[in-house]
């Protein structure tokens, strides 16, 4: 494998760091791996990393609830926007100078940190999802080709669309797996899934469900706004800093 072993290691406490977050607030995972990976590796490899333990969790999530098939029969175009989006946006994450991803990343970070911070909460009237929905999916899709975060605008939309809790939490799963996929295909097709990084990818999902099982035993036990609320903090500030150490 042609990772370092300071870089396995750093990767595994990385991913035990984010399966707490996902196992405490129900997301975050793939926004707390690219956002700390990306501090010794490109953007390119930690996406790649992040792939495997990101794509099981973000299945366990989809169908861990009953409302899948309504959920897919509501937000299809959606997630074809998604695929779209991200193929359009190929080879963003690879480009030789990963300045203007690191970047991308940091302002994506900080543009989620905000909406969670504020509490911001939009309402997307039903007669508005038909063209709103592949519209947000294709804007999502282009911003994890360039920064592999999907969360922007995929989280703000699904909130602000009225569904109820379990429900929200299960289409999450759906969009975060879509996302993955596309992701997943896309970076193989630019090279940057190579062997030896699916390798270290696979070997990420075990520290990653150990973090997801610790956060959602915390999670039965404690406040989650508490912890929310500091997730976003710490956030915030981490991507001011990938923002600035990308432009300057």
């Keep these: ?10 990767t595994a ?16 995972l793939p926004t707390v791996s690219m956002g700390l990976l990306v501090l010794a590796t490109t953007p390119a490899r930690a996406a790649a990393l992040l792939v495997v333990p990101s794509l099981v969790t973000n299945v366990w999530q989809m169908v861990a609830g009953p409302s899948l098939w309504p959920l897919l029969r509501r937000l299809w175009p959606m997630m074809i926007g998604i695929g779209v989006g991200t193929w359009l946006g190929a080879g963003l994450l690879s480009i030789s100078e990963a300045d203007a991803a690191t970047t991308g990343l940091g302002v994506a970070l900080v543009l989620y940190a905000v909406t969670g911070l504020t509490a911001v909460r939009f309402h997307v009237p039903a007669r508005a999802e038909r063209w709103l929905s592949p519209l947000v999916g294709a804007i999502t899709g282009a911003i994890t080709a360039w920064t592999g975060v999907f969360v922007i605008p995929a989280v703000p939309y699904l909130q602000a669309i009225g569904l109820e809790k379990e429900d929200l939490v299960q289409a999450l799963g759906l969009s975060f797996t879509i996302s993955t996929l596309a992701l997943t295909g896309v970076l193989a097709w630019t090279g940057a899934f190579a062997m030896s990084v699916a390798a270290g990818s696979l070997l990420a999902i075990a520290p990653a469900l150990l973090g997801m099982a610790v956060g959602q035993w915390i999670r039965l036990r404690a406040q989650p706004q508490t912890f929310r609320r500091w ?7 981490l991507g001011a800093h990938l923002a600035s150490r990308g432009m300057f």
Excluded: E, P
């Design 13 to 28: 406490l990385v991913f035990v760091l984010a399966g707490f977050v996902k196992g405490v607030i129900g997301l975050g």
């Design 1 to 10: 494998m042609d990772i370092s072993f300071s870089i396995l290691v750093f």
């Design 231 to 237: 997730f976003f903090i710490g956030l915030l500030l």
